[in-house]
């Protein structure tokens, strides 16, 4: 006997469609039906990835055949989930934090390995962003060692607790124009302390939500070094627009930053990547200027950023001046013309640039636009 087409069509008038409240057919979700004897092969669109989903459908098709066209076929249903469905799933497993009123960019400052100068680099940024006129405000969760109290030299002091609107408020330390928090702030500086996760993520959602920010054009994150549970208990606390990630040409540090990139491009996270800075890039001795020795190889970080399609944000070479600074709590962008200064300057011209970019290519829900490009080359200056 030969199925006839048309009863197994109208038998998939009793299967409810994946999405909306429709039948498969008045939905135009069945692409196809062929049969073969007493086979019946139907090509039937799922609007729900998940395997439950689509297992589900599949067996409402098989009792629908059996039931209302022929008991005894032999059915193989395709499920076929379009892209457009796939899309919209992984936004929707997203975890996403609550946006933060007055916060216009939040960046979180990554590296895949420990020791290559992210919490350098974060503090030269947020000073540089602060000179181009930016309200910068710089959150140190860098639990395995805060430095950021030693490189703003306020080891000293402690937030104060403000009211605002009849609630308790940590008020920042500021210093060099950047109002700042520190991981370091909540246990003394010789008081050892082991930051397991729920106690870490509950002093960064303070350090971040329960303080007195006021308005900030950047809420710079420096973040732990690797890819774990408070990079993604960050992302649950805050809606971060992007993310910097430094390394170092070594090939270590940057299979460790390749495993940075990959974790911020998770469905589930999926932060835009601003760009990569690459730190110790070369050393040059004060007497000889001229002179660059490529002591952990030579443009690693320059071709990641080319293999993996993300921005460079530029070279900072290895200079005693650097690490000199950061020690006396002046980051070395502070300077006045020299060339380090001017180098970890345009790292920061570099990234506002990457944001704007960034900005214009996303829904203005997901990233808030940044209003000018003080300070930014005027080449390519635009405002948003
Ligand atoms: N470009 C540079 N030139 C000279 N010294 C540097 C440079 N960048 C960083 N350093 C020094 O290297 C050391 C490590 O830097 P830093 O603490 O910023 O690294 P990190 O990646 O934040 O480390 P971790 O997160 O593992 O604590 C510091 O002593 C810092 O002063």
Redesign the pocket.
């Known amino acids: 006997m030969k199925y006839d087409k048309s009863q197994i069509y109208s038998s998939l008038k009793h299967v409810q469609a994946t999405e909306g409240d429709q039948n498969l057919i008045d939905a135009g979700h069945v692409r196809n039906i062929q049969v073969f004897g007493d086979e019946v092969e139907v090509d039937v669109i799922s609007m729900n990835p998940t395997l439950q989903a689509k297992k589900k459908l599949e067996v409402n098709i098989l009792k629908a055949v059996h039931e209302h066209a022929y008991p005894k076929a032999k059915i193989k249903v395709n499920v076929i989930v379009p892209e457009e469905a796939k899309q919209k799933a992984a936004a929707q497993q997203q975890i996403r934090g609550e946006e933060l009123p007055g916060v216009k960019n939040i960046i979180a400052v990554a590296?895949g390995k420990?020791?290559?100068?992210?919490?350098?680099l974060t503090a030269n940024l947020a000073v540089s962003l602060a000179k181009m006129g930016f309200k910068v405000g710089l959150v140190d969760a860098?639990i395995?060692?805060p430095?950021m109290p030693i490189m703003f030299d306020v080891v000293n002091e402690r937030p104060s607790s403000i009211e605002v609107n009849g609630k308790k408020l940590m008020d920042p330390v500021e210093a060099h124009g950047v109002k700042m928090l520190s991981i370091g702030f909540f246990a003394g500086t010789d008081q050892a302390v082991v930051w397991r996760g729920p106690m870490a993520t509950k002093a960064l959602n303070q350090m971040i939500r329960d303080s007195h920010w006021g308005d900030l054009d950047f809420m710079l994150i420096d973040l732990?070094?690797g890819t774990g549970d408070i990079h993604l208990s960050l992302v649950q606390a805050v809606p971060v627009t992007g993310a910097v990630i430094?390394s170092t040409p070594q090939a270590i540090a940057l299979s460790d930053a390749r495993k940075g990139v990959a974790m911020f491009g998770m469905d589930s996270i999926n932060v835009p990547v601003l760009g990569i800075v690459e730190?110790?890039s070369y050393f040059s001795p004060e007497e000889l200027p001229d002179n660059k020795y490529y002591i952990f190889g030579k443009s690693g970080a320059k071709n990641l950023t080319e293999e993996l399609k993300v921005p460079f944000l530029g070279e900072?070479?290895?200079?005693?001046s650097?690490?000199e600074a950061?020690?006396v709590g002046r980051p070395a962008v502070m300077q006045e013309n020299t060339p380090i200064a001017e180098t970890l300057k345009k790292v920061a011209q570099n990234m506002v640039e990457s944001l704007v970019e960034r900005n214009e290519n996303l829904p203005p829900t997901e990233a808030v636009r940044i209003t000018t490009m003080a300070g930014c080359s005027p080449k390519k200056e635009k405002t948003v």
């Open positions: 590296s420990g020791g290559v100068g992210k919490s350098t860098d395995y060692g430095s732990p070094p430094v730190n110790m900072v070479p290895l200079v005693q650097v690490r950061g020690d």
